[in-house]
């Protein structure tokens, strides 16, 4: 059974982004092998992704998740219906308005794999509704001060049980379960 995850990069102040929603923070940092096999290790048990569509439904260079290096099928949660789109060997798949049923599918096709949540208002929906199993977070040494962050407005308490903690050249590597 696929195991239903939030993976995120964030600051240690906890915001995902910029305020612009830039994420330049991001890069450039110094890395070390053991950072770079925690995030392959991650990625290589993935089984399927949900996520945001963007306002066109249409899926560019800039905003494939993972860059494309995670080929497996992506479920998008948007509020008006489009078609599935096939680019570069992915599937994308619109889900209008029910992220639990998003969750459904991806975690179907991700057979024993894990399925990554990846946004904040997705993560923080899955939370809500009892959805997510683990919290995976890549936390970079940097304060934004600012910004679009990841837990922000969950408006309720969770319970984690730390799993593993690994730190390295450029991020410390947090893995939690979400206790129900």
């Excluded at 995902?16 to 995030?39: K, L, Q, T």
């Excluded at 992915?90 to 209008?96: E, L, P, Q």
């Excluded at 600012?146 to 308490?157: P, R, T």
Aim: hydrophobic share 45%.
């Amino acid at each position: 059974m696929a195991t239903v995850i939030v993976h995120a990069t964030i600051t240690l102040d906890g915001f995902m982004a910029a305020p612009d929603g830039g994420v330049d923070w991001m890069f450039g940092r110094p890395s070390a092998p053991e950072d770079d096999a925690v995030v392959k290790r991650v990625m290589s048990r993935i089984g399927a992704v949900v996520g945001g569509a963007n306002r066109t439904r249409t899926i560019e260079d800039g905003e494939i998740p993972y860059g494309g290096m995670v080929k497996v099928p992506m479920y998008l949660m948007t509020h008006s219906a489009h078609e599935p789109i096939e680019h570069d060997g992915i599937t994308y798949t619109f889900v209008v308005d029910d992220i639990a049923e998003a969750v459904r599918l991806a975690t179907r096709d991700a057979g024993d794999g894990w399925v990554s949540l990846l946004g904040g208002s997705i993560a923080r929906q899955c939370l809500r509704l009892g959805l997510v199993d683990e919290l995976h977070l890549d936390v970079a040494p940097v304060l934004l001060g600012d910004g679009i962050s990841l837990f922000a407005g969950l408006g309720q308490h969770v319970e984690l049980e730390r799993l593993e903690t690994s730190a390295f050249a450029s991020e410390t590597h947090l893995r939690y379960r979400v206790l129900r």
